[in-house]
T-cell receptor, first 112, second 111 residues
């Protein structure tokens, strides 16, 4: 298995632009998680899905953030409009609950 | 605040020495997991210990759990330069799905 796949690996955009991050979980996993990691705040859970259904989005910072999982093999995290404080590394992880999580390589987002 | 808090924040040792990292948490858990993160990479699962277990081993890793003290420790024996990374503990609560990660311990193993 290729593991969790995220794209793009790096994204540089200007404030106000829309950003879409993509994730392909490991085949057969039934849970998908989006995290954000910064030096100041550490690793934060933004949202997670079970069987493609959003279960807990309490970590989503504000309405500018939205996430979808249209099928078991694909999820997106969208930021619109983006702001400089959104700069971080965004990780997607998947698991076969209730087991360990497998993380993707992350997307490093820079908003200027 | 973070459910898990690692101690120390940073640890520097020589190759061959043992490294011990500690984690404390606040609420009841189903299990506790340890992850490693190399610089610029995603987290990698190392080991899981269930709340009814006291000790788990995996290769050079040994994890202990003391639920009465709400604490866990990760021991890496005979460390190698390749063990240099950040180590995080993560706990799950009653729902079993959501993990809460600590702030991590940065381990540096000098060759």
């Amino acid at each position: 298995d290729a593991g969790v796949i995220q794209s793009p690996r790096h994204e540089v955009t200007e404030m106000g632009q829309e950003v879409t991050l993509r994730c392909k979980p490991i085949s057969g996993h039934n849970s998908l998680f989006w995290y954000r990691q910064t030096m100041m705040r550490g690793l934060e859970l933004l949202i997670y899905f079970n069987n493609n259904v959003p279960i807990d989005d309490s970590g989503m910072p504000e309405d500018r953030f939205s996430a979808k999982m249209p099928n078991a093999s694909f999820s997106t995290l969208k930021i619109q409009p983006s702001e400089p404080r959104d700069s971080a590394v965004y990780f997607c992880a998947s698991s076969l609950q209730p087991r360990e999580q497998y993380f993707g390589p992350g997307t490093r987002l820079t908003v200027t | 605040s973070q459910q898990g808090e690692e101690d120390p924040q940073a640890l520097s040792i020589q190759e061959g020495e043992n490294a011990t990292m500690n984690c404390s948490y606040k609420t009841s858990i189903n299990n506790l997991q340890w992850y490693r993160q190399n610089s610029g990479r995603g987290l990698v699962h190392l080991i899981l210990i269930r709340s009814n277990e006291r000790e788990e081993h995996s290769g050079r890793l040994r994890v202990t759990l003391d639920t009465s003290k709400k604490s866990s420790s990760l021991l890496i024996t005979a460390s190698r330069a390749a063990d240099t990374a950040s180590y995080f503990c993560a706990t799950d609560s009653s729902s079993g799905s959501r993990l809460t990660f600590g702030e991590g311990t940065q381990l540096t193993v000098n060759p």
